[in-house]
Structure formats: C-alpha cells, structure tokens
C-alpha cells in the first residue's frame, strides 16, 4: 500500500518505513498523520482540491462513505484492525455502503526512535574533543549516572561539514545543567586535576537564553550545559514558556532541521529526531522542523536566523519555508514581537560571517520584510539640505529594488576580490563588508531624511535606519552614512575629471593660485580643491566610497558640463587621487596649528576654525608652500575681510 498525503505533516511511517513525500491524490488510500488519522476515498478526491482535509484526532470519529470495493480494501489491510500503533474500530451508520471509524489510541512522532549513525563515520575529533567527552564518560561511570549525554546544535553541523568549533553545548536527559556540571568538577577534582568554579549563566530571552545555562571547564575549553528543554509560545510574544522536554522536543523547538542533529556521547552516534536533519544538511536545503508558518509566527526572529543560515551555508529555502516569510502574520509579528536590537543582531553576525551575507539582505526586500525590519514606524523622508528633492520622486518599493541590485552586486566584487582601491589599503577587504553591503543596500537613501526631535530637524535617513531601525553602534551607522553621501560626489568629480581631460588631454595643474582665482579657472586647480577638502572631512573613508559608486553608477546628478559616468572614469579618479597626493590629505599637518593662529592673528573662537579651513584650501594648491608663505596669505585673507565689513 502506497500512503501519500497533501500537505506537509510530520513524517509518514508505514510499517516502520518513511514515506517519500508526494502531493499526488491516489484512489482507496489512508491519509495519515501523526499524531491525526483520516480515511479518504474515491469519492472525496474531487473535493481535495479546493478544500483542506480535516485531520481527526485520537478519540474522533471518522465518517465517510467509501465505495464498497475501497471498504473491503480497507478492512483487508487493516486486519485485526491495528495499522502500526493505531486501534481502530469499524461500526456500520445504518446506511449502506456506510460506515465509520474511531481511533482509539495512536503512538505518536515522538514515540519515533531517532535516526542514528556511527559517529566515525560522520565526523572527526580533535585530540581536545575526544578528551572533553573521555572525561563526560568516565564521570558518568565514576557517579554511576544514568544519563544520557548529547552535544546538541551547531557543534555536529559544523563538525559534520568538516568545520572546526569550539562551540560544545551539551545537553542531559535526567537533572539540571549546574548539577551534572558540579558533577563532573567532582570526578576532576577526585583525579587531582585542576578545576574551576561552575559559572551559571542566567536566563536572558532577549538574547536567545531562556534557561539557565551552567559553563565550565575541561582542560581549556569551555563547555556549556543544559537540560534538554521544550518551549511553548504565547500569541502576543516570541519569549517561550521553557520547560524541561525530551530528545524530541528539543531538535523540534529549533530554528531549522540542520541544527536539530545531536552526537550522542554515549553510545558515540548521531542522533537525528527530526528524520530529515542529516539528509537536508547534505543537500543544503534549509527546512523547519515543524509546519513552517507556525515555526515563524511563535518566533518570527526565525526568518533571520534562517535566511543567515542559508547565507552562511549557500542553502535552498524549502518552498514551504519560502512561502511562509512571505505570510502577513508572519510579517505582523516581525513588527510586533522582535526587538529593533534583535535585528540588528542577527544581521551584524550574517554581515560579518562567511558564505555570502547579501543574499540575506536581497531575500528580506524580496519577501517585502526590509521595511519592517530597517524601519519602524514607517519613514516619512525627505529632502537634506542642499539637496535634490529628485531623490523623492522613486518610492520605498523603488529604493529598496535598487539596493538590492547594488548589494549583490557588492556581493560578487567582494568575493572575487575587485575592489582595488580599498585592496590598496588593507590586507583583508572582509574587514569592510558589513559597511560595503549596508552602503549598497541604502545607498537610494541619498540626500533623504527623516525629522527628528522637537525642533523636527532634518537627520539622514540611512543614518536613522542603521542606528534607530537596527540599533547598530552609533559610530558604525556614521561611517556607513558617510560612505554613501560621499559616493555620489566622488562620481561627480570622477565626471569632471574625464570632461577636463576630453577638453584639454593635456591639462596640468599650476601650482600658486588663492582658492578664489582657483574657483573662477574652474580646472584641476578647482577640482584638486574640492577632491581634497572633501577627502579631509572623509578621510580613508574615501576609498570605500569609490568603490561603492562603481556599483552605483546612475546616482550622480548630472550637470550641463558632465556626462555620464562610467567605471573607468572612476578608476582614473582613484589613479589621480593617489598620484596627486590627495590619496591622505589629511594626515598633512597644518603649517599653523590653532595656537599660532591664536597669537599670530589675535582671533579666538569660530575665527579660528575658519582660518584653519582657508589655511587647508591653500595648502591643497600649494602643496610645496611655506609657512611664511601661508602666513602672508591668511593676513591677506583678513585684512580683505575687515575691508568688507567696513564697506
């Protein structure tokens, strides 16, 4: 007999064997599910389709009306009426042809036994590993325990893909974490080996802790502790009711099935509860253990947590999973249940870890979820000063397209390491890839703010999401901030480089003028005076930017003098960075610091900032100038400033 069924359930399990899933409807079939049990026949196939069956549970009265020839089929396979753990009992209604059953009594899924395999064969221990778990062993037999010992999580993930960790979180059957813990210091101690105290770790849900969690040591390494536990969710909050729970209900309260498997220490086997673990860590496919809506509405952090696994691993989403990131409810209680702290949380780890980070960033605008996360409540944006109020006419939708082009477009030139100018600077480009993808991502949020305070002043809007929607670090959001606001000015001067250089393929720049006659010229004078003023206030900042505006090529406003800017005028305005001298500006030292200024021009307060401003703009255009020569030109500067006030 072949079971199918049409929707996704726990595993089907006839005579012991899983069932290949299938979505196929078959004629005088059982539909199963356990813990549910439901008879079909013919006769309701054509109602399947447009409407869900109805699982009855253990106690529940089943009615149909099967053909007579499915109802001798049945009663055949089902003699003496038991079908692997379930009584049933037939009765006829009084109709013909009718009849019905009652399930009374049913084994359940987590009656299943798990799924094992040796563990040599699966993973390998270090030297340090094998002894951690030599002494687990010996300090069960040495106290005579009947515990059962499991390292439970990412550790056998990790190990089982040939990755080293140092994360070994262990899990027991029959006492507490602290107790087993204190248990096995006892044995140490006894051997005369050295031991410290047993560090409890107190429950903290916001960060993911919801038992206390006892941490102590074998040898160096840290060993976390715990009972296995099983969790159960209010409707207005993603913080569960923690009990203490099975080897089932553990692997099944966890995010996805690859971090369900347990290496059981004692009988050295993998443990796979979920019967689907191991097989969907091998072929990368990222799937709950439970019916995927329910997993994401009790915790709707679980989008993050699985689309960072899938990033970090380059998964495939279950389509079930895929079509519950793009539920309401799901995205209701994204808003609702999960702090802005949270987010930023799970994105910083998928932003700074391995694999490829931006497909989580690309997977939240496709599911219609960046909104909710960068950005609560909604953001009304607009216009910075001296700014284009064009940056308004795209919409949110429009905006988060665009970034999500550019970020994976970040993505490609990180991984295959084109990124020179950053590359010029820096031995690890990885360093940078949190700033460079959330520049990419929110890089349409150029020249856009968002009123803030009482005084409703204007604050940028890319700032605002990172240090408000996400809650990163304050001097992170600035530095992200300030890479995108740079990004555009850059392609403006990379156009005007390329216009000078078309009009003039042998322009100079001439050393000797004032800023102001530099200005009027309007040439590589004017355009090392703005390059260098803006590469002071950006600093190394610069070459993210660059980089960021060869991936952004469409945002610079174009003026009547320039035309479209392509990477290779880019890159020849990195080159003209780096050999004019302007590549780190601002580690020049002024030629008059604030004191000199002070006592050589009898100014004090904003006079000061302002004449050390000038001072720069000269010293970009006079690069080999003295300090007489500096001098002479800011008295200059000032006498012309008190003749215009006297004017």
Request: hydrophobic share 35%; with cysteine; net charge neutral.
């Amino acid at each position: 007999m072949r079971l199918t069924r049409i929707r996704q359930l726990s595993p089907l399990y006839w005579r012991g064997r899983v069932v290949k899933r299938s979505y196929r409807y078959e004629r005088n079939v059982i539909f199963m599910a356990i813990p549910c049990l439901a008879l079909m026949h013919s006769s309701h196939l054509s109602q399947i389709e447009s409407r869900p069956p109805v699982f009855h549970r253990c106690g529940e009265e089943v009615r149909t009306r099967p053909s007579v020839s499915s109802k001798v089929y049945l009663s055949s396979i089902l003699s003496p009426r038991r079908l692997h753990g379930y009584n049933l009992r037939f009765a006829s209604t009084g109709r013909a042809g009718g009849w019905r059953a009652r399930a009374l009594g049913a084994i359940t899924s987590q009656d299943m036994p798990p799924l094992t395999f040796p563990a040599p064969t699966l993973i390998t221990l270090t030297p340090k590993e094998e002894e951690i778990f030599d002494v687990i062993r010996a300090a069960c037999s040495y106290h005579k325990l009947n515990t059962t010992v499991r390292v439970a999580g990412g550790w056998v993930r990790d190990k089982i893909l040939g990755k080293l960790s140092d994360d070994i979180d262990i899990a027991v059957d029959n006492m507490l974490g602290e107790e087993f813990a204190e248990l096995v210091n006892e044995y140490l101690h006894e051997k005369g080996e050295e031991t410290k105290n047993v560090a409890v770790i107190k429950t903290n849900p916001e960060k993911s802790k919801h038992l206390a969690t006892a941490t102590f040591r074998i040898g160096e390494r840290a060993v976390d502790v715990n009972h296995l536990r099983s969790e159960e969710y209010a409707s207005t909050s993603r913080i569960p009711e923690v009990k203490v729970g099975t080897p089932w209900e553990d692997s099944h309260r966890r995010d996805l099935t690859m971090n369900t498997l347990f290496y059981n220490i004692n009988s050295n086997t993998i443990e796979d509860y979920t019967h689907r673990g191991l097989q969907d860590l091998r072929s990368g496919l990222a799937r709950t253990p439970l019916a995927p809506v329910e997993t994401l509405v009790d915790d709707p952090l679980r989008v993050l947590r699985s689309l960072r696994f899938a990033a970090r691993f380059n998964l495939t989403l279950d389509p079930d999973l895929e079509k519950a990131c793009h539920h309401e409810e799901v995205k209701l209680g994204l808003r609702d249940k999960v702090s802005r702290e949270r987010f930023g949380q799970e994105i910083s780890k998928a932003l700074e870890g391995p694999g490829e980070p931006a497909s989580l960033l690309s997977k939240l605008v496709e599911y219609g979820l960046i909104s909710t996360v960068f950005s609560s409540p909604p953001i009304q944006p607009t216009p910075l000063p001296n700014s284009s109020p064009e940056y308004l006419t795209k919409d949110s939708g429009s905006r988060w397209q665009m970034g999500r082009e550019m970020v994976m477009e970040m993505q490609r030139r990180i991984s295959q390491d084109k990124l020179p100018y950053l590359r010029q600077k820096v031995d690890n480009i990885h360093d940078f890839q949190p700033i460079l993808l959330l520049s990419a991502l929110l890089a349409k949020g150029y020249g856009l703010g968002v009123m803030v305070g009482r005084k409703k002043r204007p604050v940028s809007m890319v700032f605002t999401m990172l240090a408000n929607g996400i809650k990163i670090p304050h001097k992170e959001s600035e530095t992200v901030d300030t890479v995108v606001h740079a990004s555009p000015i850059l392609q403006h001067m990379a156009s005007r480089l390329a216009a000078i250089r078309r009009a003039n393929p042998n322009a100079t720049f001439q050393t000797g003028l004032s800023p102001a006659e530099a200005r009027v010229r309007n040439g590589l004078e004017a355009l090392r005076l703005e390059t260098g003023l803006v590469l002071d206030d950006i600093k190394d900042l610069w070459r993210l930017s660059l980089e960021l505006a060869k991936v952004d090529r469409g945002s610079v406003e174009q003026k009547a003098d320039t035309e479209a800017v392509s990477e290779s005028d880019l890159n020849a305005l990195g080159e003209w960075i780096v050999e004019s001298g302007l590549g780190s500006v601002w580690e020049t030292p002024h030629l008059l610091d604030g004191s000199a200024i002070m006592d050589r021009f009898k100014v004090q307060g904003g006079m000061v900032g302002q004449l050390k401003r000038t001072q720069r703009e000269w010293q970009l255009l006079n690069p080999e100038g003295s300090e007489k020569d500096c001098e002479i030109f800011l008295k200059d500067v000032m006498f012309e400033a008190a003749a215009h006030e006297k004017d």
